[in-house]
């Protein structure tokens, strides 16, 4: 295949993918957009094919590689759970940074094959792009563990902190540029494999100190690395479609990250320093023991909700652990066939990924076009009769409006105590990540349910 | 003078930083998990990279260095491509509209 007719192609397989991520504007589209993305990366592998146009027994190695791969990844999109899509998120970002790392080892040693001179005398250019590349890949990769090993829960979700982090991680940054520019004149090996090894280094030291409730922009952050590591690759290989498809994922990355500090009003570099919610622990816990909570059971709930018009249901965190979306619904079920209007709030970082909410309740049946973003529904709260919030803390917090010494103070809330009565489905009175008290907990109309949330929506359930 | 073909490339990354803008702001919040994944899906055409480094080694020895870690990339990558798309659609099968009342 000539070489200008697989750049064509490789082009179209570049649209195809823009056309994947226009598809997701709404629910409706977003399976056919899911096709072109597909249609998309079966074009550019055949083309590959076709253009090295080796059909020896090399080829059906490839090919058996490729089925593995593909059947341990569909293996795993089939059986995990929804609720553990960050982990599995986090999981991908690390192979497309470490897959990364390989393709840039590998022009490395063998320049010859993606026409990039010979070794030892690699053309400048294509020398510093795979550097960057092959950098941002293995920061993407050691993040992303990382990231994955705090969701799973195998590494404490706490920021890990110690003196001169940041002088450190700045030193480091440093000596990767020195180490670049070095490599440009040396060529050598050894400074090529001391690039890669501190970029790992530097991308676990990154990603420790940031807190868990901060994982939504770590997530999407390294989601945007992985793209940019993608489209370094692609100026070395000079290839349209992985320029396109890198641009692409690192702007979208970008703007999930800008969303995600928003929807928290932290600025991105205070995300990035990390240590959030282990400096704050101290603050504001000097009142607390003292002010009258009202605690009902699930019987006081279901009365509640009875009599209401109105509910809107506030999902966060906790619903995902305690896999309560479910039992939520059946809940919803019950109060609709009494009539009862119901409608989701869902805050900007609620749960631990962008969207993490939404993909739960959809998994749980609710319809889409129940669920509501922030700024939507804010407004409703004053007419609603109950608010149930199950799983959530910080995002319903009013000191974030109304006290400029809170930590959150400035963040965007939902409006909750607005409404007549509020439920607030917790295990305990704890502090939210933030590590700052509720003042909710002890409003009048407030009634807290401490219970498993799976549990008690049951109960309520049963006793609607 | 002719223009030097990294100028082309470096065109089309910065317009499609721009598109990737544009698209990215439309997509509706409730399908950003999904946004997500099937970014890390397309980001892993990355894999054409990699089969160019498993193929193109020396023929008589295809278990070179260069080819090995062309083949690790492809098999990384394959697990992305099928598990982000696979999963992608499976999420977006779950998105579904109200039903219209009987």
Known sequence: ??????????????VLFILALRGLSSPETSRRGNFFGILG?????????????????????????????????AFIAFKIPMTAMPELVAGFH???????????????????????????????????????????????????????????????????TFKGQHLLNALILISIIILTYLLCFTQSANLF??????????????????????????????????????????????????????????????ILSY???????????????????????????????????????????????????????????????????????????RLKKNDIKVSYAIHPVAGRMPGHMNVLLAEANVPYDEVFELEEINND????????????????????????????????????????????????????????????FYKENTLMLFADAKKMTEDITNNL | MEIDPFIFRFSIFILSIFIGYYVVWSVTPSLHTPLMSVTNAISSVIIVGAIIAGLSGNSENIFDIPNIFGFLGIFLAAINIFGGFLVTQRMLQMYKKKKKDK
Not at chain 1, 6 to 14: D, K, R, V
Not at chain 1, 133 to 151: D, M, N, R
Not at chain 1, 273 to 299: C, H, R, W, Y
Request: glycine share 10%; hydrophobic share 50%.
């Open chain 1, 381 to 440: 709260f004053s007419n609603a009769d109950v608010a149930f919030v199950i799983g959530a803390n910080d995002v319903t917090n009013p000191s974030a409006k109304t006290d400029p010494q809170s930590p959150i103070y400035g963040m965007p809330v939902l409006d909750v105590e607005k409404c007549k009565s509020v439920l607030f489905l917790k295990r305990s009175l704890s502090p939210g990540y933030a590590g700052i008290d509720n003042d909710l």
């Open chain 1, 94 to 160: 690390s192979l497309v940074g470490l897959a990364a790392v390989f393709v840039a080892i590998s022009a490395f040693l063998n320049p010859e094959s993606f026409n990039l001179g010979i070794l030892g005398n690699i053309k400048l250019a294509s020398l510093i792009e795979m550097s960057i590349g092959a950098s941002i890949g293995a920061i993407t990769f050691s993040g992303s563990i990382i990231a994955f090993l705090k969701l799973q829960g195998i590494m404490s979700g706490s920021p890990i």
């Open chain 1, 1 to 14: 295949m000539s070489i200008n007719l697989s750049a064509i192609f490789y082009l179209i397989s570049g």
């Open chain 1, 41 to 73: 990366m079966v074009i550019a592998i055949i083309v590959t094919f076709l253009s090295i146009g080796n059909f020896s027994s090399d080829f059906i190695y490839v090919l058996i590689i490729l089925l593995i791969g593909g059947s341990v990844g």
């Open chain 1, 259 to 333: 969303i995600m500090c928003k929807g928290m009003n932290r600025s991105f570099f205070s995300v990035i320093l990390g240590g959030f919610g282990g400096t704050e622990q101290s603050f504001s816990s000097k009142s607390k023991e003292q002010k009258p909570v009202k605690s009902g059971n699930a019987d006081d709930a279901a009365f509640l909700m009875k009599n209401a018009s109105s509910v809107i249901i506030v999902p966060g965190y906790g619903m995902a652990v305690a896999q309560a979306q479910h039992a939520l619904r059946e809940m919803v079920d």
């Open chain 1, 193 to 254: 494999w001391t690039l890669i090894a501190i970029s790992f280094l530097i991308g676990f030291l990154l990603i420790i100190p940031i807190g868990g409730a901060d994982m939504p922009v770590v997530i999407s952050m390294l989601n945007s690395y992985s793209g940019w590591a993608a489209a370094g690759i692609g100026f070395t290989l000079e290839n349209t479609a992985l320029i396109i498809t890198g641009a692409l994922v690192g702007s979208s990355g970008a």
